[in-house]
T-cell receptor, first 118, second 115 residues
């Protein structure tokens, strides 16, 4: 069965520290897609990044970077020099098996609540 | 930047009443979804909709739930007879045509409170 595990429930750091959020997934698909979403205190879900299973290049976007390791089924997210505005719940998600007429729904992990203190 | 719009932002309803949650997906998107998030828990898939019919639904999406795209722009979720356990944040999402790597873009959610 498809599953996403975010073992870290809450993380608290001081501003300017680096922090890594872990995500481990399970799937029987040979082709799959992974996503990270941010949910700030205001509650909306903001798309951050997607990764195809056949593209193992890591990605950096400003202070954000993502490390996709197919061998360990992990898709970890690092924030460098964290800021108070990074405080949010971060969700990792896996795109489910394709059915005809659908792109597949997202299976979310339980999320990691990141608190960045000044 | 185009976005998914949901109304109302907060709905308070008596148990047993019907409620309709509304969504306007991004205009060129063809795939539509509803998810829910019970307070403090993870986001759970309810239903997906494509080409004017349900593509997939979860176990949560029982006979009390229905979806509709009545006019080509709105996408609604109806709960026929609400229960206390329906209290949650409901998110609408849409995605563009193409491969499965298309991200789903979410609205700001409707907080549903059942009394």
């Amino acid at each position: 069965a498809q599953k996403v595990t975010q073992a870290q429930t809450e993380i608290s750091v001081v501003e300017k520290e680096d922090v890594t959020l872990d995500c481990v997934y399970e799937t029987r698909d040979t082709t799959y897609y992974l996503f990270w979403y941010k949910q700030p205190p205001s509650g909306e879900l903001v798309f951050l990044i997607r990764r195809n299973s056949f593209d193992e290049q890591n990605e950096i976007s400003g202070r954000y970077s993502w490390n996709f390791q197919k061998s360990t089924s992990s898709f970890n997210f690092t924030i460098t020099a964290s800021q108070v505005v990074d405080s949010a719940v971060y969700f990792c998600a896996l795109r489910d098996v394709f059915y005809g007429g659908s792109q597949g729904n997202l299976i979310f992990g339980k999320g990691t609540k990141l608190s960045v203190k000044p | 930047e185009p976005e998914v719009t949901q109304t109302p932002s907060h709905q308070v309803t008596q148990m047993g009443q019907e409620v309709i949650l509304r969504c306007v997906p991004i205009s060129n998107h063809l795939y539509f979804y509803w998810y829910r998030q019970i307070l403090g828990q993870k986001v759970e898939f309810l239903v997906s909709f494509y080409n004017n019919e349900i593509s997939e639904k979860s176990e949560i999406f029982d006979d009390q739930f229905s979806v509709e795209r009545p006019d080509g722009s709105n996408f609604t979720l109806k709960i026929r007879s609400t229960k206390l356990e329906d209290s949650a944040m409901y998110f609408c999402a849409s995605s563009a045509p193409g491969q499965r790597n298309q991200p789903q873009h979410f609205g700001d959610g409707t907080r549903l409170s059942i009394l």
